[in-house]
């Protein structure tokens, strides 16, 4: 990308004093947008300032009735000059950079950038990267066989001090019979109950299981 330079001295020079005395205002501000546009339009394209009506036209983007008049307000104060196929800025060479000037520095430019993203590959890929990933490596299998001798001493140490019982310990089993109180106040008052209507017949005493159908 390039400039399209203006002499800040512009606003008040004598050609611009003079195109303000020729023209109304909507055809002086015609005139500095077509100055301005094809400023631009000749440094993007490299024309050294020359241009021609077809493409004044294309890149003013005005009525070309009043893009006419602009181009001849412009010549007859002095910042374009007329040729024989167009126009071309006055005194360009004097602000502007030439179109070759122009290449070599976007030429320049290019290599400059070329040549750091090279040198910064070669860093990335011989120098730094390669050499960084080495020492992590080494150093992740180091810890990963510091780590696993430990686990397994520590899985030794720790296995001896909760033994499995060669034979398992069977629960303890509950009292039968009506000597036991039993925990629940209904069953003893029923187990009772029970005791007392057999004595009364003279029927021997029984032994009540606790836990039977009934609970």
């Known amino acids: 990308m390039g400039w399209f330079r203006s002499d800040d001295g512009l606003p008040e020079h004598a050609k611009a004093d003079a195109l303000v005395e020729r023209c109304t205002p909507q055809q002086l501000a015609a005139a500095w947008m ?20 077809a493409r004044a036209l294309r890149a ?26 167009g126009w071309t800025f006055h005194g360009w060479l004097e ?11 976007r030429e320049s430019i ?3 950038r070329s ?26 299998q180091t810890d990963r066989k510091g780590v696993a001798p430990g686990s397994q001493e520590d899985r030794k140490s720790i296995a001896p001090s909760h033994p ?12 039968r019979g009506l000597d036991v109180p039993s925990a629940d106040p209904l069953k003893a008052a029923a ?20 836990g039977g159908s009934d609970g």
Do not use: M
């Open 60 to 85: 003013v983007r005005l009525p070309q009735a009043v893009v006419e008049r602009a181009l001849d307000d412009l010549t007859a104060v002095g910042l374009l000059d007329k040729g024989e196929e």
């Open 95 to 105: 602000y502007q950079p030439s179109a070759e000037e122009e290449d070599e520095r």
């Open 191 to 210: 187990r009772a109950k029970l005791e007392a209507s057999l004595a009364r017949v003279g029927a021997p005493r029984l032994a009540i299981v606790d």
């Open 115 to 140: 040549d750091a993203g090279r040198r910064g590959n070669e860093v990335r890929w011989k120098g730094g990267s390669q050499t960084d990933r080495k020492p992590i490596a080494n150093a992740s």
């Open 110 to 112: 290019r290599r400059k």
């Open 34 to 53: 077509t100055w301005l546009h094809l400023g631009c339009d000749c440094r993007a394209r490299g024309t050294d300032g020359v241009f021609t009506r």
């Open 164 to 175: 499995i019982p060669s034979h398992p310990i069977s629960p303890p089993t509950p009292s």
